[in-house]
């Protein structure tokens, strides 16, 4: 569900995006352009930045999806396309940030995705497909953190892909074109060197301590027992390794640019995806 990197834009979006691969986890006109990232300029990543929403940019396959017969399969989703009656009840997956999952059908073109976790809801998604049947809107809120704001926003995908001759309309590939009005709290983070270890927190409700030395740390907030690791790569620039049962699932740059902006590059290591951003200084 979730990519795994606290401050990437992608992780939030993408529990929308896919209904299991949290891209969520951000942007106005998303591309594949993969721009190399700046060199890293003097000066702190110390303070709270803010995702900038137009400058995503996703390299990522496309989403696909399956409603027929009474039954929704997640075929693109990471790390297991499963497939469960979508009749409205939660029925078990295997997911990290989701072990129960439930597809109500409203009509031929709209649909609810709703995710649990122990018992408590951690997310929900509300879909719509047009009536010609090649954009798919929808709004997700994302409740996986226990205590901190429900993370909230919008997103548009593109159909890539047809659907099957008597299937749903959501059936079929999608590739994300649009995101918006994401609540604040999911696109602040903030960062503080000192000496040894990167503090990073988010009023998403993410945070952690790491020593710059590659030691694995638990992300607090984080309901699939993700790890963090962090090493720094030159003035201003800093990596993040993430892991799960200890093997790599994300890694995420963050450079300061000789713009003033945070340069973000955030690989999805499950999904074979990337997304790139810019955070702005608040």
């Known amino acids: 569900m979730r990519t795994t990197m606290i401050a990437a834009l992608a992780a939030v979006s993408l529990l929308a995006l896919a209904g299991c691969r949290q891209t969520t986890a951000g942007g106005n006109e998303a591309t ?3 721009a190399a990232a700046p060199a890293a300029a003097a000066g702190s990543i110390d ?3 803010k995702a900038d929403i137009d400058s995503v940019q996703f390299d990522q396959k496309p989403d696909e999806y399956l409603l027929q017969a009474g ?4 075929k ?3 790390p297991t396309p499963f497939t469960i009656a979508a009749d409205g009840a939660f029925h078990p997956v295997s997911l990290p940030y989701a072990d129960s999952y439930s597809v109500k059908v ?3 073109h709209n ?3 709703t ?5 408590r809801q951690v997310g929900e998604t509300k879909v719509s497909i047009s009536a010609d049947g090649n954009t798919m809107t929808g709004s997700f809120t994302d409740t996986s953190v226990a205590n901190a704001p429900p993370g909230k926003g919008e997103f548009t995908e593109t159909r890539v892909g047809p659907a099957p001759a008597g299937s749903h309309a959501v059936s079929g590939q999608w590739k994300t074109a649009k995101l918006a009005n994401f609540n604040a709290e999911q696109l602040t983070t903030s960062f503080r060197v000192d000496g040894d270890t990167l503090h990073l927190s988010s009023p998403a409700g993410y945070s952690f301590d790491a020593k710059l030395d590659g030691t694995d740390v638990p992300i607090k907030g984080d309901i699939a027992n993700t790890t963090a690791s962090v090493k720094k790569l030159d ?3 800093y990596q993040e390794t993430d892991k799960r049962d200890g093997k790599v699932v994300g890694v995420a740059t963050y450079t300061l640019g000789s713009d003033g902006k945070l340069h973000v590059v955030n690989e999805d290591k499950l999904a074979g995806s990337t997304v790139k951003y810019q955070m702005t200084k608040q």
């Open 106 to 108: 409203v009509d031929d």
């Open 76 to 78: 693109s989703c990471v």
């Open 71 to 74: 039954q929704y399969s997640c």
């Open 115 to 119: 995710q649990k976790k122990g018992g």
């Open 235 to 237: 003035d201003g620039s």
């Open 111 to 113: 649909i609810v995705r």
């Open 47 to 49: 303070g709270t930045w």
């Open 32 to 34: 594949t352009e993969n």
